[in-house]
């Protein structure tokens, strides 16, 4: 049997010369990058926000080197990046071997970060664009939802508060009744009045401090009364409007973190389809980096674009040329502003791949199918029969933006042979439409179609959509540690800058 060599046991024996960690870190390794970008950011912002006195503190160019390797590492709890700082010798080159305990950390990301991250991120997108990694000159747009940290069972829903408030103010608004016919002994006049009504807290607190005033020598009942009033309806009252006042354009929030609002989320891993607690962040992306975030609170894109553009253009100073979006996105709104702002809109509507299919396209009935004739706006029915115009009307949006719908009506639709095929409804064929819509929908095809149209959304699957596979199946972040809007969109930025240095070190 051959003789076993083992190599020597050099474990725990003393060195002459301290080992210099660096050069144990390769020229091409990612901290390196992140090191390098950091040091060319202006954090001013951040050092001014260190109020002075007590002890030292930790470097805040030193906290964001470790902060943004340890997102690009995919380690997002600060107890763990406080033991890599104990442990992995990148973190400990970044540091210089220095250990912020995981509340520092925490407190640093939570709170000096606070309204300074997105900031950090324009800075950095700023460098790729000077090094030729993107033009900002087009913005490949798409939103996920990705769930808060707020527990799962913890929703309030806009329906059941605004049942049960009505509920509650008829309850306060009879016993107050009730106290009143006695004030006045009139209660046979005072009976046949509407028993409802509408009433706040701060209507119900002047009312309960008039009625102390009044009823000095106060009966049991109503003693009872008035109790009930200021121990039980009061404060129900006061958590009701509270819980309408968090909701604002909302129709949900997480008791656990309010700022988190319920959307359906796509299907598991056994295919149901969830309702969580979650925010809707969008990017902008161009060559897969993202050049723009923004964080939202509604589960439909519709409504974020022209926030989210307006945000593009307060960090950089300019907007973009063109702008690549999916279906989504589609609306007149987002179509005039885009028009507005003259960009070059590369946005399809609902129905735009719909439409182009022969059965669809070939559809006498259908409204966008019928011939307008647009120097006496009328329709004209398979029949021929003119549609005329009966009216119009106004829609608004989540938004509050206002569309103008008109309405046009056939005279006679009793005895057609078509009627089976043209319309379900009683009666004759009413039909609605949007001019503005429609030419807007119009222009948008035209560019759809066109080569350019046909580059743009070739790339879109593979920008947005490609990035957020990056971040949420590679990376696992499919939720957020931090509650709260502020928190949220600090967390994302970090993972944002994360995505981009690992790119560019790839
Ligand atoms: S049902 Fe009325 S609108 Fe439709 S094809 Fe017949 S006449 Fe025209």
């Known amino acids: 049997m051959a003789k076993v060599i083992f190599k020597e046991l050099v474990s725990n024996q003393i060195v002459l010369f301290p080992e210099n960690i660096s050069d144990r870190i390769p020229e091409n390794h990612p901290v390196r990058l992140v090191n390098h970008i950091v040091d060319q950011l202006d954090i001013t912002n951040i050092i001014n926000k260190y109020v002075g006195g007590g002890t030292s503190s930790y470097h805040p160019r030193m906290m964001l080197k470790v902060l943004f390797y340890s997102y690009l590492s995919n380690v997002y709890s600060c107890r763990k990046i406080e033991k890599a700082l104990q442990e992995n010798i990148y973190f400990m080159w970044l540091s210089g071997k ?42 490949y747009i798409d939103g996920t939802k990705i769930e808060s940290a707020s527990n799962k069972y913890t929703f309030v829903w806009r329906g059941s508060v605004e049942k049960n408030k009505v509920k509650l103010e008829t309850k306060i608004a009879s016993i107050l009744k009730d106290i009143d016919s006695q004030i006045k002994e009139d209660s046979k006049e005072q009976n046949k009045e509407e028993i409802r009504k509408s009433i706040d807290t701060e209507e119900l607190k002047s009312k309960l401090s008039e009625l102390n005033k009044k ?3 106060k009966d049991k009942s109503t003693q009872k009364q008035l109790q009930e009033l200021q121990q039980n309806l009061l404060p129900r009252l006061e958590k009701y409007e509270n819980q309408l006042e968090i909701m604002g354009n909302r129709n949900s929030f997480s008791k656990t973190d309010p700022d988190a609002t319920f959307m359906r989320t796509k299907e598991d891993h056994m295919m149901n389809g969830q309702l969580k607690a979650c925010y809707n962040p969008q990017i902008s992306t ?20 022209v926030g989210h553009l307006e945000s593009f253009e307060s960090y950089y100073g300019y907007q973009s040329n063109v702008v690549v979006a999916d279906a989504g996105y589609g609306s007149e709104e987002n ?4 028009e507005e702002k003259g960009i070059e809109a590369y946005v399809k509507y609902n129905y735009f791949h719909l439409e182009q299919k022969k059965k669809i396209k070939n559809n006498a009935f259908l409204v966008q199918n019928l011939y307008y004739n647009s120097d006496e706006d009328y329709y004209v029915c398979p029949m021929g029969q003119h549609l005329i115009r009966v009216g119009h009307g106004t829609r608004t949006s989540d938004n509050g933006y206002k569309s103008e719908v008109t309405y046009y009506q056939a005279a006679r639709c009793i005895g057609c042979p078509l009627r089976g095929m043209c319309h379900k409804a009683e009666g004759v064929r009413l039909i609605s439409v ?70 560019l070190s790839a």
């Open 98 to 139: 220095s250990v912020p305990d995981f509340r520092t950390i925490n407190n640093f990301r939570g709170q000096r970060l606070k309204g300074e991250i997105q900031n950090l991120f324009a800075e950095i997108v700023k460098l790729l664009q000077i090094s030729g990694y993107v033009s900002l000159e087009v913005q």
């Open 215 to 217: 009823l000095k020598t």
């Open 286 to 305: 161009e060559n897969q980096y993202i050049t723009h975030y923004s964080i939202h609170q509604t589960p439909g894109d519709t409504t974020t674009l």
């Open 335 to 338: 179509y005039e502003y885009l």
């Open 434 to 503: 949007n001019h503005r819509l429609k030419e807007l929908k119009a222009k948008a095809r035209d560019c759809l179609m066109s080569s350019k149209g046909l580059f743009h959304r070739s790339k879109r699957p593979i920008e947005p959509e490609a990035v957020f596979g990056q971040l949420k199946s590679n990376n696992k972040f499919n939720r957020f540690t931090l509650r709260g809007l502020e928190k949220v969109n600090i967390e994302f930025g970090l993972m944002a800058i994360a995505h981009n240095l690992r790119k």
